[in-house]
């Protein structure tokens, strides 16, 4: 059995220090999407909008968000906000607004797309029935666009926390970090802990994203 | 009396453990038209599939000109070849033009001449009256085109037993009439079918003998005066009595 | 702006992206291949075969490519295995592609009606028969939108080879943004890169999907 180096991650508090670092990106992740959520919410609807200036706009802002790696807005966010503004801003910080402003682009396509997709006669039924407008929404609509948007909404958070990753390289010290500083620390007692180490890491974001895929696929064939 | 052509035998067909057919026996001769009616949900359809081995059954035979059509079996594609088939809708292939849905198992299963099975699928479209229809694609065509198209598609492999499954379920009333009268074209012609249809007059018009299938079971086997005129079993009554109305006032 | 800066490196950026795209094209010919395959392999329910694809796909989505990078290019070679960057490059986006192909195909397959196939059986065509003439090219045809959306999904994903010291566009602004302090100018030439390497499949993308929602076959 050659050396895997998989004795580092009991040496000391490693795994804690492994552990700890997934947890900034968690973090990171958890607080942008909980922030894409409403901020998506709200530009699906303005997206609906026939309004010839809000359509350009956020169309314009949601093609440019989704064709642009996210590291690249990661490298725009981290490098100019120093050199334009003079602010100063942490990587941390950095990411959160750069997954933000993703996240709000891929959550106001899901909600536009849910809304246009409610066929035109479940509002006319609603009308039918003597609803109020409100009504329909709030009792036909509503219920209908939720259904449809919260297995993508999940789908959202596992590429969210996928995506997260990339924070490394903007010096933000996360997960791989933590590893790669594991590894320099034990570079001569423990040469192959790369091996045992990556793998580990691997295996973390595994278990974290796996179950929320299993979720979100679950729920998305209950309400299909 | 012409001879056997299909030979169903003590067929017996499961789905997860419910019981579909449960030992149907029949003959048919050739030139014979068979209509098969019954409630839904009865397995009339399943039969026809079952027939033409699109199902694997639980027992019982299948016998089509003396050679057994069975599930899974190396020589079920040559036995196909001789059952034309026709489903309630969207059986033709979407991404081909009429001429080549229909040319397409004629030329790559059996291997014929281009020129001269178009000549012939050319000579049936304009039979069923669709000659300016042949390259036109099928989301082109109403309901009633396509179960032509479908209906020639099926004439073109020359089979010697044409199967029709609720081929008008789906249509709306204005097209039912131009493909039942391609199959009654088909039937003066002296072809050999089995039909599956919740037309009750135009089974009338065109059965040779009615097949009445309730729970798995061939109830009453009569000709068609016989059966709607005066059936003999209870269930055969009720389901007659489906299709009058009295005056409500 | 600095023009000027931007004139002379130039060059520099173009090295970049020709590598950005010779490693992200082989990657994703190897992942059409691989997703193929893996579509294949579930479609047609081969024993053992179909657990080892479902276990793979699962790995693959639900890992970030920058580990798996991590662990080919560094973790690897400590049991052996030692490859060049390029080469563990194409082999992390066909690892990671294989599994998005695999499903846009599947999903194709999947999308094809059963009575489809059991039409072509009943014509008297063999199970081959009926895959190659009606079931594969409807699958195919459904499967492009998805099949264009990886592609720029990958594309795009290629952004995190420099983590690997592969030169590429990343590396190279990066590279310059800590050398120069140029960072408008280097940053300015990073996304106009990557919108000409993106924008024309983007294009392509939504054209191919627009004729196919809104026509089909027979317009």
């Given amino acids: 059995m050659p050396d895997l180096g998989l004795d580092v991650l009991f040496k000391g508090k490693n795994m804690l220090r492994l552990l700890g670092g997934l947890w900034v990106a968690v973090r990171i992740s958890l607080i942008s999407v909980a922030l894409s959520i409403p901020l998506g919410i709200l530009l699906g609807i303005v997206m609906t909008w026939k309004n010839p200036v809000t359509k350009t706009v956020t169309r314009i802002y949601l093609e440019f968000i989704r064709i642009m790696p996210q590291l690249v807005l990661l490298f725009i966010v981290f490098f100019s906000s120093t050199r334009t503004f003079g602010w100063d801003i942490s990587g941390e910080l950095a990411s959160v607004i750069v997954f933000t402003a993703w996240g709000t682009a891929e959550m106001g396509d899901l909600v536009r797309g849910a809304l246009i997709s409610i066929p035109k006669h479940q509002y006319e039924s609603g009308a039918a029935l003597a609803l109020s407008p409100f009504q329909t929404y709030f009792y036909i609509i509503i219920p209908q666009t939720v259904r449809r948007l919260i297995p993508l909404s999940i789908n959202l958070v596992t590429r969210m926390i996928k995506t997260t990753s990339l924070i490394l390289m903007i010096g933000v010290v996360e997960v791989l970090k933590v590893a790669q500083q594991i590894i320099e620390a034990n570079r001569m007692s423990s040469p192959n802990a790369a091996f045992g180490i990556y793998l580990v890491v691997l295996i973390m974001y595994f278990m974290i994203c796996w179950p929320i895929s299993m979720l979100a696929r679950y729920l998305e064939k209950k309400w299909r | 009396m012409a001879e056997v052509l299909l030979k169903v035998k003590d067929l017996v067909k499961q789905f997860d453990g419910g019981t579909v057919l449960d030992g149907i026996s029949f003959d048919v001769r050739r030139g014979e038209v068979i209509v098969v009616v019954g409630s839904s949900g009865c397995g009339k359809s399943t039969l026809l599939r079952c027939i033409n081995a699109l199902e694997p059954i639980q027992g019982g035979s299948v016998e089509l000109g003396g050679e057994p059509v069975v599930y899974g079996s190396k020589n079920l594609a040559r036995m196909r070849q001789q059952i034309g088939m026709v489903f309630q809708s969207y059986d033709l292939f979407p991404h081909m033009n009429v001429i080549d849905n229909i040319l397409l198992a004629p030329l790559k299963v059996q291997k014929r001449n281009k020129s001269e099975a178009r000549a012939e699928a050319m000579e049936l479209l304009k039979r069923v009256g669709l000659e300016d229809k042949a390259e036109s694609y099928p989301r082109q065509l109403s309901g009633g085109q396509k179960q032509r198209v479908a209906i020639v598609r099926a004439l073109c492999m020359h089979p010697v037993l044409l199967l029709f499954d609720e081929v008008t379920a789906a249509l709306d009333p204005e097209m039912v009439r131009e493909v039942l009268d391609v199959m009654l074209d088909l039937a003066g012609q002296g072809r050999t079918m089995i039909i599956v249809t919740h037309e009750m007059q135009f089974a009338r018009a065109i059965a040779d003998r009615v097949l009445f299938i309730d729970n798995g079971k061939i109830v009453e086997d009569s000709d068609p005066d016989t059966f709607f005129e005066s059936p003999k079993s209870d269930r055969a009554k009720q389901f007659l009595n489906i299709f009058n109305f009295e005056r409500s006032k | ?219």
């Avoid at chain 3, 890992?63 to 991590?70: G, R």
């Avoid at chain 3, 489809?116 to 594969?136: D, F, H, K, P, T």
């Avoid at chain 3, 080879?161 to 310059?176: G, P, Q, R, W, Y």
Wanted: hydrophobic letters at 55%; charged letters at 15%; aromatic letters at 14%.
């Fill in chain 3, 1 to 219: 702006m600095n023009w000027d800066f931007i004139l002379k490196y130039l060059p520099l950026y173009e090295t970049a992206a020709l590598l950005t795209v010779k490693i992200g094209l082989i990657g994703i010919a190897l992942s059409i291949a691989v997703g193929f395959l893996c579509a294949a392999a579930l479609y047609f329910k081969v024993p053992v075969l179909r657990q080892i694809v479902i276990v793979y796909i699962e790995i693959s989505r639900n890992t970030p490519l920058l580990i798996q990078l991590f662990f080919i290019y560094y973790a690897l070679p400590k049991v052996g295995v030692a490859m060049s960057a390029q080469f563990c490059g194409v082999l992390g986006l066909a690892f990671l592609g294989g599994s998005y192909m695999a499903e846009a195909f599947r999903s194709g397959l999947e999308a094809v009606e059963p009575i489809q196939n059991e039409s072509a059986l009943s014509l008297g065509m063999e199970r081959s028969q009926a895959l190659r003439y009606v079931i594969l090219p409807q699958a195919v045809s459904i499967s492009v939108p998805a099949f264009v959306a990886n592609i720029i999904f990958l594309l795009k994903e290629t952004s995190v080879f420099s983590a690997i010291s592969l030169m590429d566009l990343m590396f190279t602004a990066k590279d310059l943004i800590g050398q120069y302090y140029k960072t408008t100018e280097s940053l300015f030439l990073l996304v106009v890169f990557y919108l000409i390497i993106l924008l024309p499949v983007s294009i392509l993308g939504s054209y191919v999907e627009r004729r196919l929602r809104y026509a089909g076959f027979g317009s």
